[in-house]
T-cell receptor, first 111, second 116 residues
């Protein structure tokens, strides 16, 4: 069974731009969660989508948004990028809380 | 408020030493799940173990073992006879109200370095 895939793996943007990251979950998994990892704040939960609906949301500004498609693939968007948005963005797919499988992440650098 | 504390930021050991990674959590829920993940330099989080709040039985898997104690709100992880391949960042995580979603609250992580 294929694992969680994330594209792109690396991304360089400049302040003020926007970016879209993609996550394809494991086949049959309907839940997709997004996390931001930075050296200072560690791993922080962004949001979770389940059957195309946002089920949970972390404490991030509205510049961070996401969506999920009918095939469970998910995208997250960050608008008006700031230097502090430089991070590793991890996506996890799951059937339920008992098993969450993470993708390799997208490393975003904002210059 | 929910919280996960991994007091050890970095640990360095020599191969074949045993090492214990500490994890203390805070939650008001009676139903919750605890996890350990390993993050090698490649960045991907690798699932190691899951425990629910009603199961305090300790678990051993090869060189890995976990000690869950609700009385002290701790979920510690021991690697026996460590190896260089164990070098990674290890995260403890908590999930509350699992029926409401899958959000994980992570500790800051412990960087384990095993030298030969």
């Amino acid at each position: 069974k294929a694992g969680v895939t994330q594209t792109p793996r690396y991304l360089i943007k400049t302040r003020g731009q926007q970016v879209t990251l993609s996550c394809s979950p494991i086949s049959g998994h309907r839940s997709v969660s997004w996390y931001q990892q930075t050296p200072g704040q560690g791993l922080q939960f962004l949001f979770e989508y389940f059957s195309e609906t946002q089920r949970n949301k972390g404490n991030f500004p509205g510049r961070f948004s996401g969506r999920q498609f009918s095939n469970s693939r998910s995208e997250m968007n960050v608008s008006t990028l700031e230097l502090g948005d430089s991070a590793l963005y991890l996506c996890a797919s799951s059937i339920d809380i008992k098993s969450q499988y993470f993708g390799p992440g997208t490393r975003l650098l904002v210059l | 408020a929910q919280k996960v504390t991994q007091a050890q930021t970095e640990i360095s050991v020599v191969e074949k030493e045993d090492v214990t990674l500490d994890c203390v959590y805070e939650t008001r829920d009676t139903t919750y799940y605890l996890f350990w993940y390993k993050q090698p330099p490649s960045g991907e989080l690798v699932f190691l173990i899951r425990r629910n709040s009603f199961d305090e039985q300790n678990e051993i898997s090869g060189r890995y073992s976990w000690n869950f104690q609700k009385s002290t709100s701790s979920f510690n992880f021991t690697i026996t006879a460590s190896q260089v391949v164990d070098s990674a960042v290890y995260f403890c995580a908590l999930s509350e109200r699992p029926q409401a979603g899958t959000a994980l609250i992570f500790g800051k992580g412990t960087t384990l370095s095993v030298s030969s």
